[in-house]
């Protein structure tokens, strides 16, 4: 078995100085959440470790998640999980192409067996035997069991692989499958969203290198470091939801004034993920902050959940497109409009009742 | 003690005249509801209004407001609790109500469960609902709830009030964060939707117009009933004693 560098060894190779390492070895510690004591545990694991190789594949997705991870706002960690993936075969950033981009994939397989963590960006399309994502000439489904099998662990990037996304919104013509219904024998660790932030990707994976396991997951199986809070718990604009103080129409003074984007539909009271802590693009902004409400693309079946622009979103459960409001008034305006009625029957065979015993009472006296 | 006889005369003289003493029966009355099913009823029938209304804004928040600078101004999280100690007063109260279902009386049991196998009981919920079709002439006499009133009682209330407890301490969970007891206890609701809250959300506020629905049915037949029936309802929640207006056996 050839020797496999470090991940130190890789940095110092990419022309880092130790003062630059040691300064990402604490940024990673603060993103993860972790005490200044683990520093230097992320150093020594980082100085003596062999790196861990990850087979990165894509299924039916946009390619949103490596765009996403290749920007990452500390190019350091960029550079090193990047050089810590097997780019011998990766759709986006692999030179290879044809017989010698798959032979490089098998070879990889091969080297790494039972070793190495498999990326899965996308999902397989299961309808007609998985015809409607090819790769290589053959279905992705079969691509992937056979990536999982020597597989470590598996990383479920974004909307796609975690639940299905927008290509297994209703009615699903391709039945779309988040992979956790294909691999069932390997632990798999979510990373929703459309795209996932950068910095919560490499901090997840540069977790699963250092401690050599997974991070602690929360019911859904997604970080709990980036996924335990809603966006809502840590948004800017909350004091203005305390208020009461809410943007009613995009272009109105609210808007202006920034506040709360609750009545225009915003997602984040229902949305997990680390956004208004993390922010996108070098911490520079994050949807709610640029004006638009957050519409929860890293929780389960987004894009069904009716319009991402009001709060009491529609349910086509009922055969027509209402809202709780609609239906529930509609039901009770049915209930009560009965109740009317039976009233009105009930006094008229009352005065009935009574006319009749007047008549009889008559008759018998 | 000899048992009254029914030649004594029923109302004094000097205050009933010989028209009211024409109409008037003996009547039979029973101590049905005890102290703390009639409190629990009145305070959970508070709660709920409390909840309803809150709960609606939560959903569709009132107009924007400016009293002030938003550091200073907490016009929704005042709806929000409210809505939420309304939500704990609602469970803790149907907790006590099931504690009374145990150690109260029989009438205290008849909202926890429906004598499924129970063929007569059945033909007696059939006759009550022909006696609300108008095609009965006269109800019978009920203690307790009259078997379609139970039925109904079952399904919006034991069960309506239970989801709505169970989903309300799911979301209020998610407040207190996914660390909290709450969420241990109660983070399964999500899993069971499919893992969007937004989804329990929803159905929580469907909820809503379920007891709203309930509401409207439950005020009308209770006044309905007081007036056509042969026994007393409404004022029964207040007092606890049944009372019959004759004297007939069903």
Redo the contacts between chains.
Sequence with gaps: MSQIETFYDVMRKQGITRRSFMKYCSLTASALGLGPAFVPKIAHAMETKQRTPVIWVNGLECTCCSESFIRGAHPLAKDVVLSMISLDYSHVLMAAAGHAAEAAFEEAIAEHKGNYILAVEGNPPLNEDGMFCINAGKPFVEQLRHAAEGAKAVIAWGACASYGCVQAAKPNPTQATPIHKVITDKPIIRIPGCPPIAEVMTGVITYMLTFDRLPELDRQGRPAMFYGQRIHDKCYRRPHFDAGQFVEQWDDEYARKGYCLYKVGCKGPTTYNACSTVRWNEGTSFPIQSGHGCIGCSEDGFWDQGSFYNRVTDITQFGVEANADQVGMAAAGVVGGGVAIHAAVSALKSAQKKTQTQVSENEEA | MSAPTTDAPILRESDANAADMATATRQTSVYVYEVPVRLWHWINAFAIMVLCITG?FI????????ISE??Y?????Y??FAHFAAGWILAIGFLGRMYWAIFGNHHARQLFFIPLFNMRWWAEVWFEIKW?L?LE?EPKKYVGHNPLAQLAMFFFITLGVSFMIVTGLALYS??L???STLYALF?WV??AV??????V??IH??G???I??FM??HI?VAI?ED??SRQSIVSTMISGTRTFKDDRVD
């Design positions: 609606y959903g569709s928040p009132p107009p924007t407001m400016e938003a550091t101004q907490f016009v929704f999280g709806v929000r609300y108008f002439k998610e407040g964060g996914h660390d983070g999500f899993t499919g893992g969007n809250s937004h989804v959300h929803t506020h469907l809503m117009w379920w709203i629905i409207i049915i009308y309905r007036i056509m």
